[in-house]
């Protein structure tokens, strides 16, 4: 069996998964790997590059964007590693990361999955790890609380932004751009939830992770450079930038129906319309300003 099975999703991001495969192939010593990338119909060659540059590649060509979960789900299938990595194509290894996580997944039975510190292109932190989300600390962020008080423990709790991710810890979720699980994990717990297209579909796998017994860590050594977001920056239409705040939304009620039950969801409509009714606020009150002068 080999020692990681390093699982890739891509959708029209050509340049950058070309740059991703490439730092794994250079970056990536002494143990026994695989890249399996499941390509979602992608229009701009993705598929000619990994065939003429990466032909040791184990490739699946989706017909339709199948979304992220049933793409990782069928490159998880085929993995033949004991370790499974979820790795975004925009990101990109450094310094021999991915043997580092393996060997520290396999030196503690008590870890199922792993995160480590990602940088944004510029090399400085990105924040990658968040509490698991409640009805207290999605209220805050309706109120904008979060984003006011970011040094607060109560109020950055979710997304952890009073922590300088500088030490090692058990975390609740690491972002799953890049995320380490333990294959016979995966087992255990059942693979990706096909019922969320994108968004929430890491935490609902970490959540059903640490509900099996199992702990999460963040280790702050091992670094990966990670180019947020690169998929989503082709949604530049109003319509498009609509969808995926509704998909967004969509993926989050269900995962607080799944684990929390209906009645959350209907405090969770109450904050959005909190939230609309604020900015509305703000906007008037902005405008009679001007409108004054």
Not at 108 to 123: F, I, P, S, Y
Not at 267 to 277: G, K, T, V
Request: with cysteine; hydrophobic share 45%; proline share 2%.
């Amino acid at each position: 069996m080999l020692d990681l099975s390093i699982c890739i999703v891509n959708w029209n991001v050509k340049d950058m998964l070309k740059a991703c495969l490439g730092s794994i192939y250079a970056n990536t010593k002494d143990i026994s790997f695989e890249v399996i990338v499941v390509d979602n119909n992608s229009s701009d060659e993705s598929i000619r590059m990994i065939k003429s540059d990466f032909p040791q590649v184990k490739l699946i060509e989706n017909k339709t964007n199948a979304g992220f979960t049933k793409a990782n789900n069928q490159a998880i299938k085929i993995a033949q590693g004991h370790n499974i990595m979820l790795l975004n194509p925009d990101t990109e290894v450094i310094d021999n990361a991915l043997n580092r996580m393996v060997r520290f997944l396999d030196s503690r039975r008590d870890c199922g999955a792993l995160g480590c510190k990602l940088l944004n292109t510029d090399g400085s932190l990105q924040r990658s790890c968040r509490t698991f989300p409640t009805l207290e600390v999605m209220l805050y962020s309706a109120l904008f609380l979060d984003s006011l008080f970011p040094k607060s423990r109560l109020f950055g709790k979710y997304f952890m932004t009073w922590w300088d991710f500088n030490e090692t810890r058990e975390v609740d979720q690491p972002m799953g751009s890049a995320l380490m699980v333990k294959k016979e994990i995966l087992d255990k717990v059942g693979l990706f939830d096909e019922n969320i297209f994108i968004w929430f579909d890491e935490v609902d796998l970490c959540y059903r992770i640490k509900n099996a017994g199992f702990k999460i860590f963040f280790i702050p050594e091992v670094q990966i450079k990670h180019h947020l977001s690169q998929s989503f920056k082709q949604w530049k239409s109003v319509p498009q930038i609509f969808k995926g705040a509704v998909t967004w939304r969509k993926s989050r009620n269900y995962f607080f129906k799944k684990h929390k039950g209906m009645l959350s969801v209907f405090a969770l409509w109450a904050f959005d319309i909190l939230q609309i009714a604020i900015v509305i606020g703000v906007l008037y009150f902005i405008a009679k300003v001007l409108l004054l002068k």
